[in-house]
């Protein structure tokens, strides 16, 4: 069964750096998407991506956060500069519809900033 | 806004006995629901989904639920509880304003299934 690829699965960064989390979405699905789940929180919607742009995000996703779809394949989350609290369990989803077709999720990343 | 509530963070079975996890929405519109599990160290796996069309919905691994307009609830069940059940399970509305797709989550319930 096809499945969302997410890499690296832990990803340990000095604050203030850059970071990437990279995913491979299931190959025929459009609508691609971000979440998080800060350790013993909810998971929470970050930005969803359709047809090379965002369609929507939510107000976590500020101006230290981007999307790419750099090639057919890949969906990359950057974080610019990281902060203590964007120490997250980060999963990325996919689908192939917007009506209530279900999200398909990787395995996610940890991420740990110190 | 749509929101999702999930009452018993801990719920605790024996083997064999019935699971039942519950999950109350709420949503302007119709919604579309989800059951999503989270085994240790791994992704959010769906469970199952309804989306207006059967009330009782079946999943994988024998769990079920059922659509509750009236009560706006979505229970999970299974009639009978496996060790391998034990994981964290979130119930999930899927907000349909504009053009975005995001899924609302619960805060989870982890599911002990004792021997």
């Known amino acids: 069964e096809p499945e969302v690829t997410q890499t690296p699965s832990h990803q340990v960064t000095q604050m203030g750096q850059e970071v990437i989390l990279r995913c491979v979405p299931i190959?025929?699905?459009?609508?691609f998407y971000w979440y998080r789940q800060i350790l013993g929180q909810k998971v929470e919607f970050l930005v969803s991506f359709y047809n090379n742009e965002i369609s929507e995000k939510s107000e976590i996703f500020d101006d230290q956060f981007s999307v790419e779809r750099p090639d057919g394949s890949n969906f990359t989350l950057k974080i610019r500069s990281t902060k203590l609290e964007d120490s997250a369990m980060y999963f990325c989803?996919?689908?192939?519809?917007?009506?209530?077709?279900?999200?398909?999720f990787g395995d996610g990343t940890r991420l740990s900033i110190l | 806004a749509q929101s999702v509530t999930q009452l018993g963070s801990h719920v605790s079975v024996s083997e064999g006995a019935l699971v039942l996890l519950r999950c109350n929405y709420s949503s302007s519109v119709p919604p579309y629901l989800f059951w999503y599990v989270q085994y240790p160290n791994q992704g959010l796996q769906l469970l199952l989904k309804y989306t207006s069309a059967a009330t009782l919905v079946k999943g994988i691994n024998g769990f079920e639920a059922e659509f509750k307009k009236s009560e706006t609830s979505f229970h999970l069940t299974k009639p009978s509880a496996h060790m391998s059940d034990a994981a964290e399970y979130f119930c999930a509305v899927l907000s349909l304003s504009g053009s975005a797709r995001q899924l609302t989550f619960g805060s989870g319930t982890q599911l002990t299934v004792l021997p």
């Open positions: 190959s025929n699905h459009l609508y």
């Open positions: 989803a996919s689908s192939s519809g917007s009506q209530g077709q279900p999200q398909h």
